[in-house]
């Protein structure tokens, strides 16, 4: 088992490294002879903008490769999906816990990340990728028993109360709120309702029913 501290140490040193994208392998070092062992394991069409010139000496895995270092497991994402015992849909992923993201394409998962927490996600995808987590992109996610488990806040939802303790910038939209632009006005501190979610935004107003303010809390 590793805490999610130790994830996050794993997801930021692999990206410092540079680790490329490699299908098939599991985070060893890129030698000649491992590409040639995957090349006929897998069929040298997944190989094909790779050159040995480029990469050789480099750390080379794919999105479920990523994992086996952590996990322990040698298995694909829809292995690692099928082991989570928890589970649910990405856009109620619990946003302060490390866990993993899923994408699902017809009936077969085919894609695995890593969720770190505040919105963030590491993967492999053109080599080891962090960046913001859009719940778009993804179709579940799943905490496995090998991640030490933190207490999860519960994510806010329409029709829930929350108490703003600072004078916060209000924005007409989602996204002008998290970019901190186009101020609409100044939300003062006090208990609002809870109209919409969006990301790190939130559409708060005195009104239950009745749309306010964007912000980001």
């Given at each position: 088992?590793?805490?999610?501290?130790?994830?996050?140490?794993?997801?930021?040193?692999?990206?410092?490294?540079?680790?490329?994208?490699?299908?098939?392998?599991?985070?060893?070092?890129?030698?000649?002879?491992?590409?040639?062992?995957?090349?006929?394991?897998?069929?040298?069409?997944?190989?094909?903008?790779?050159?040995?010139?480029?990469?050789?000496?480099?750390?080379?895995?794919?999105?479920?490769?990523?994992?086996?270092?952590?996990?322990?497991?040698?298995?694909?994402?829809?292995?690692?999906?099928?082991?989570?015992?928890?589970?649910?849909?990405?856009?109620?992923?619990?946003?302060?816990?490390?866990?993993?993201?899923?994408?699902?394409?017809?009936?077969?998962?085919?894609?695995?990340a890593i969720y770190t927490g505040d919105w963030m996600l590491t993967e492999m995808w053109d080599g080891c990728e962090q960046r913001a987590f859009d719940p778009s992109e993804w179709t579940y996610y799943g905490i496995p028993d090998w991640i030490e488990q933190q207490t999860a806040k519960k994510p806010l939802a329409a029709g829930d109360k929350v108490k703003v303790t600072k004078e916060l910038t209000g924005h007409n939209t989602?996204?002008?709120?998290?970019?901190?632009?186009?101020?609409?006005?100044?939300?003062?501190?006090?208990?609002?309702?809870?109209?919409?979610?969006?990301?790190?935004?939130?559409?708060?107003?005195?009104?239950?029913?009745?749309?306010?303010?964007?912000?980001?809390?």
């Amino acid at each position: 088992m590793i805490s999610a501290e130790g994830v996050k140490r794993y997801c930021d040193s692999m990206h410092a490294a540079g680790v490329v994208y490699l299908w098939g392998a599991d985070g060893q070092v890129i030698t000649a002879k491992l590409l040639e062992d995957l090349k006929k394991h897998f069929g040298e069409i997944h190989y094909k903008d790779i050159h040995l010139t480029d990469v050789e000496g480099r750390i080379g895995a794919d999105c479920s490769g990523f994992l086996t270092a952590l996990s322990g497991m040698d298995m694909t994402a829809e292995g690692y999906y099928k082991k989570c015992k928890i589970k649910g849909k990405a856009t109620e992923v619990p946003v302060d816990m490390t866990c993993l993201l899923f994408r699902q394409e017809g009936s077969k998962i085919v894609h695995v990340a890593i969720y770190t927490g505040d919105w963030m996600l590491t993967e492999m995808w053109d080599g080891c990728e962090q960046r913001a987590f859009d719940p778009s992109e993804w179709t579940y996610y799943g905490i496995p028993d090998w991640i030490e488990q933190q207490t999860a806040k519960k994510p806010l939802a329409a029709g829930d109360k929350v108490k703003v303790t600072k004078e916060l910038t209000g924005h007409n939209t989602a996204a002008d709120a998290m970019a901190k632009k186009n101020v609409r006005n100044r939300v003062l501190p006090g208990t609002y309702y809870v109209y919409k979610v969006y990301g790190k935004a939130l559409n708060i107003s005195k009104i239950k029913s009745s749309p306010g303010s964007w912000v980001v809390l």
